[in-house]
């Protein structure tokens, strides 16, 4: 029988204290590390992925190539956020995940982040190519599937605040 793996993942995360400003706000730096950490632990609990005992096993192994971020509003620390991501496009050696943090009671968006995975040969130091089961995991997976999308990050994000203000307006049900 065929596995229905989700598409969007989702979990929670409490904002600690060490990583927030003086103000009380996440440090802008930090909101990288929440969206990685969350990606890490949603992969390997809901696709079976474990990225580091792969590396292990076969000397390949994702690198953050790039990030963009946008920061919608600010978050406090003992603040409870949900935190959903997902792959968004793939190619024979690249990922593209899209993260969204999120206000857990209103449902507004805090932030949005573009990370830019390559795959990479750790032995060697160069790309790799996606194994065939990979491939197969992420066409089941990708939102947009196979291939390098033309994509602004910064229309994505335009869009997702114009979904949050629908949403904010929208009467509970």
């Not at 969206?35 to 609990?45: I, K, P």
């Not at 005992?53 to 963009?68: D, E, I, L, P, Y």
């Not at 040969?121 to 089961?133: C, F, L, S």
Request: glycine share 6%.
């Amino acid at each position: 029988m065929e596995r229905n793996y989700e598409k969007i993942l989702e979990s929670t995360a409490l904002i600690r204290f060490e990583d927030c400003d003086p103000f009380g706000h996440l440090n802008n730096g930090r909101y990288i590390d929440y969206y990685l950490n969350a990606r890490e632990d949603q992969v390997r609990d809901n696709y079976g992925l474990d990225i580091y005992a792969m590396a292990k096993t076969t000397g390949r192994a994702w690198v953050v190539a790039s990030n963009q971020l946008a920061y919608l509003r600010e978050v406090k620390f003992m603040e409870t956020v949900k935190i959903k991501t997902c792959l968004r496009w793939f190619n024979g050696s690249d990922l593209l995940m899209e993260g969204q943090m999120v206000d857990i009671h209103t449902g507004a968006i805090i932030s949005v982040i573009w990370t830019r995975f390559a795959y990479i040969d750790i032995r060697k130091g160069q790309k790799a190519t996606h194994e065939d089961e990979l491939v197969a995991l992420f066409n089941k997976v990708a939102v947009l599937g196979e291939g390098k999308r033309e994509a602004y990050f910064e229309d994505r994000v335009k869009e997702l605040r114009q979904e949050s203000a629908a949403q904010a307006v929208a009467p509970q049900v």
